[in-house]
């Protein structure tokens, strides 16, 4: 069971009374649906976990590594191995968990390289990750010397990955909860950074989403958006009519110029444009951690700058802009 006590005296420091009070129902319902189908499969495994905690932590590494193969004894590596693979499919990675390489489909490593210089040193922030996967950004947010990182993501293998991550690392001050944005009280200005990293075309509402953002930012926090993009102009911007790579549930690809003025029209100040970069079949891959199909199965075959339905290919581009103080 994870201690939510030292999160829930956070939130009271920053005045975030609204969501202390919704917060333990949110997680009851939670754990209720963990009760049912695969998601009692996933629990059931979680609490088989070996009973070991690792004193060997490294976050601030492009693998995430807790333990060493030497904790464990052969017999119960290959069990924890067994058991981790039944939490498949690893989509956010890599983590080395004592000498057990998780190959994940993403290398989300390649990611946070690209920002780590660009945003504010995370030096005792209190962080909010939206749609933060099974929590590797989180991790990673923590190794940059965090105070605090809370990750949301309603998707329940996600937390569940994490959690199990978290029992072989021990106590720390990270959170995934199981939850989405839009269940958020509104006006928590609570968070010294909000990052959200690949979420906003998945809303049909991106300028609510943006608007969602800033109102979970303390005055003067900072905003870390990253989102697939299109080359285009000002006022440029993609709807696509059914799916986008293989993907039902894309709603909205702006140009940067157009996602400049959406930041803008929100409120957020001094806005930059740090990276753009086309995802390559090295960044996202399927693996023996990430079976299905994955990027290279989404493009067109004959011309790979097109997805498989003639669409722009996936170019992905990550912006940086404050939340005002006034
Ligand atoms: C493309 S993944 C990005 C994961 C991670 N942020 C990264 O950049 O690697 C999008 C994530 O957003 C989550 N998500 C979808 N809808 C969401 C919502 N309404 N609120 C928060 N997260 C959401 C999904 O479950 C998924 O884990």
New binding site residues.
């Given amino acids: 069971m994870i201690d939510y006590q030292p999160l829930y005296n956070t939130l009271l420091d920053v005045k975030a009374d609204s969501w202390i009070k919704l917060l333990p129902r949110q997680l009851a319902d939670a754990l209720d649906s963990l009760r049912h189908g695969n998601s009692a499969k996933w629990q059931s495994a979680l609490n088989s976990l070996p009973k070991v905690t690792a004193t060997h932590r490294i976050l601030d590494a492009d693998s995430i590594q807790i333990g060493r193969p030497e904790d464990l004894s052969e017999a119960d590596r290959v069990e924890l191995e067994r058991q981790l693979k039944t939490f498949h499919p690893w989509r ?1 990675g890599p983590y080395n968990l004592f000498g057990i390489e998780i190959d994940t489909e ?1 290398r ?1 490593d390649w ?1 946070w390289d690209r920002l780590k210089s660009h945003i504010s040193p995370l030096n005792q922030r209190l962080v909010l ?5 099974n929590g ?2 989180c991790w990673r947010m923590l190794g940059a010397g965090a105070k605090m990182v809370v990750g ?4 329940l293998l ?1 937390v569940i990955q994490f959690q199990l991550i978290r029992r072989l690392h021990g106590e720390a001050p990270v959170y995934v909860l199981p ?4 269940e958020l009280p509104r006006g928590l200005k609570a968070f010294d950074t909000v ?1 959200s ?3 906003l075309y ?2 049909r509402s991106p300028i609510d989403h943006l608007l969602e953002l800033r109102d979970c930012l303390q005055p003067g926090g900072e905003l870390v958006l ?1 989102s697939l993009v299109i080359e285009g102009k000002s006022g440029e911007v993609l709807m696509p009519e059914g799916r986008y790579a293989r993907m039902r549930n894309v709603w909205f690809l702006p140009s940067c110029e157009t996602l400049m003025i959406w930041l803008k029209r929100c409120g957020f100040k001094n806005i930059r444009l740090i990276d753009v970069t086309t995802t390559s079949d090295e960044e996202q891959r399927s693996t023996e951690w990430m079976q299905f199909h994955s990027l290279k199965d989404f493009l067109n075959p004959e011309n790979p700058q097109l997805t498989c339905e003639g669409l722009p290919a996936p170019k992905r581009a990550i912006f940086i802009a404050d939340n005002p103080l006034r």
Avoid: A, T
Wanted: proline share 4%.
């Fill in positions: 956010k993403w989300s990611k990750d939206v749609g933060c996967g590797y950004h949301i993501d309603p998707l996600n939850i989405g944005i839009e990052f990293m690949g979420v998945h809303r990253e």
